[in-house]
């Protein structure tokens, strides 16, 4: 199972029937899985989904990957062309060994001097392509991160704004917003950079609402933000020390995407879909509420909890937002099942999750019902002091209600299921 701890945190009928649906989700999302279902090659034509790609019209084939989980879907695309592939650089924060494809160890959240060397080396490399060349981009959530060259400002500098976005309570549209214009490669500025080869981008979505031009900021996507827009962001989260001379104005000419396909090829809806079906096989009601889901991570599981129905359950994707008030451990799907538990009552389970099984910590997120609330009481643990530490992670690890998964190489930004009895 990919739930490391499924059976010890299984002490209920309602938390196996959650922790079932939660088992289904990280199946159907992982690589293996979406790839046989979506990428084939057929002779020499490859086909992603709906789009035909006929190799002998291309002199080269290469291959860019980024983000979280961009190793592992980069070995299978590896895997099936063969001979076919030339060369190809990817970064990701787990390891993967590869015959043609260079690959670098990257970090996440916060960038560092191996994700911008690595991106460095990508521009330098691919800055001279032609007509007959042919790139496959694969971008995966946390491409943000790791596929970083700074426009004007020092690493240290950019790290420092970084840090600061993660705390400033700013969604992940808007953090991309900003990051679009404080980069060479981001708001189509790789689109830019490869011009003018074919470009065929397969894009593993971990943006609510899936808007393709803020998944990774959209290296390979046209933005029509301005650099006011950012600044406007800038001043609205009271972002210090930003200078204007760090922002850049993203391409515009059309010339640079008449060549580019995006393709989205997973995306949450994948696992939502998978964990409906599973109710449904189990034979209890259950509803999608939705796939771009945004709020408050402390007020999240409240918000769900009045919109699930007696005998019901809620399947919701997307991604809230974290206030940071203190320097505690743990991440949004913790925090929104931390500020839940206090509205559950006896007939109410919920679980929070992130889909690469890594929330921001090394649990993947949290199950809650009134058995925490039980165990909170008995070990004089206050919700209300950890919601106010952000120290979810102890409280979940001293609770025994932590979600163990490892890190998992698919991300689809975060799940959560309400099931009311």
Not at 22 to 27: G, H, I, P, S
Request: hydrophobic share 35%; glycine share 8%.
């Amino acid at each position: 199972m990919i739930i490391q701890n499924f059976d010890s945190i299984t002490t209920t009928s309602a938390r196996k029937i959650v922790l079932t649906l939660v088992e289904e989700a990280f199946l159907s999302i992982q690589p293996d899985e979406v790839f046989k279902k979506n990428v084939n090659l057929n002779g020499n034509s490859l086909n992603i989904l709906d789009s035909s790609y006929d190799l002998n019209n291309y002199e080269h084939v290469y291959l860019i990957g980024f983000g979280k989980g961009s190793a592992k879907n980069a070995k299978l695309l590896e895997d099936l062309l063969g001979e076919k592939l030339n060369e190809g650089y990817v970064i990701d924060t787990t390891r993967q060994d590869f015959k043609k494809i260079n690959f670098t160890q990257g970090t996440h959240p916060i960038i560092s001097q191996e994700n911008v060397d690595f991106t460095l080396r990508v521009m330098d490399r691919f800055s001279k392509l032609t007509e007959r060349d042919l790139v496959l981009v694969v971008v995966c959530g946390g491409g943000s991160a790791m596929f970083e060259h700074p426009h004007s400002v020092s690493l240290e500098q950019k790290i420092e704004i970084e840090k600061a976005l993660l705390k400033s309570g700013a969604d992940i549209i808007e953090m991309n917003k900003i990051r679009q214009h404080l980069s060479d490669v981001k708001g189509g500025g790789l689109a830019q950079i490869l011009y003018p080869a074919t470009i065929t981008t397969l894009i593993f979505s971990d943006v609510p609402g899936n808007d393709i031009t803020y998944i990774a900021s959209g290296p390979t996507v046209k933005d029509d933000t301005k650099i006011e827009d950012a600044l406007n962001l800038i001043k609205k989260y009271n972002i210090s020390n930003v200078p204007r001379e760090a922002f850049i104005d993203n391409p515009q000419d059309d010339k640079y995407f008449e060549k580019v396909k995006n393709i989205i090829v997973l995306s949450n809806l994948t696992a939502l879909n998978a964990m409906n079906s599973k109710a449904l096989e189990l034979d209890i009601a259950s509803e999608i509420f939705s796939d771009h889901f945004q709020g408050d991570a402390r007020s999240a599981g409240q918000i769900l909890i009045s919109e699930c129905k007696p005998n019901s359950i809620l399947l919701v994707g997307g991604e809230t937002t974290v206030h940071v008030t203190g320097n505690g451990k743990g991440g949004r799907n913790q925090e929104v099942v931390l500020g839940a538990l206090q509205f559950l009552g006896n007939q109410t389970t919920i679980a929070s999750f992130d889909s690469d099984g890594w929330d921001n910590c090394e649990s993947a997120g949290a199950i809650g019902d009134f058995q925490t609330l039980e165990k909170a009481k008995n070990l004089n643990l206050s919700i209300e002091e950890y919601l106010k530490t952000n120290n979810s992670l102890d409280f979940f690890t001293k609770t025994g209600d932590a979600i163990s998964t490892g890190r998992l190489p698919s991300n689809v930004s975060d799940l959560m299921i309400i099931y009311k009895k």
